[in-house]
């Protein structure tokens, strides 16, 4: 059974910085793609940002990309989200996902595995 166990939320100011982690387990993730998603309230969750676990290579949205990096510790079978220049606009619950396949999935529907989400709260 797959798990995932998101951590490292909380309250930063305005063009702070926060790592959130993903612990996985339940199974060796090789040619699984993970994913970052956010839902703020009152609006659906929407895609961050995905890597290959296999290969570490990365996608992002527009809206993150060039200050958010996501990155995985096969080690310790743990994925990163680093959250660089932040705004209030990220202000959102954030969660990571897991699912068989390439980087093409952008859809929450596309993802079997979910973690519990990390709050995330930009003040400005």
């Known amino acids: 059974q797959v798990q995932l166990v998101e951590s490292g939320g909380g309250l930063v100011q305005a063009g702070g910085s926060l790592r959130l982690s993903c612990a996985a387990s339940?199974?060796?993730?090789?040619?699984?793609?993970m994913g970052w998603f956010r839902q703020a309230p009152g609006n659906e969750r929407e895609f961050v940002g995905i890597i290959s676990w296999s290969t570490g290579t990365t996608n992002y949205a527009d809206s993150v990309k060039g200050r958010f990096t996501i990155s995985r510790d096969n080690a310790k079978s743990t994925l990163y989200l680093q959250m660089n220049n932040l705004k209030p606009e990220d202000t959102a619950l954030y969660y990571c996902?897991?699912?068989?396949?390439?980087?093409?999935?952008?859809?929450?529907?596309?993802?079997?595995?979910w973690g519990q989400g990390t709050q995330v709260t930009v003040s400005s």
């Open positions: 996902a897991a699912r068989l396949g390439g980087l093409v999935f952008r859809a929450p529907r596309d993802y079997p595995y």
């Open positions: 339940g199974r060796t993730f090789s040619g699984y793609s």
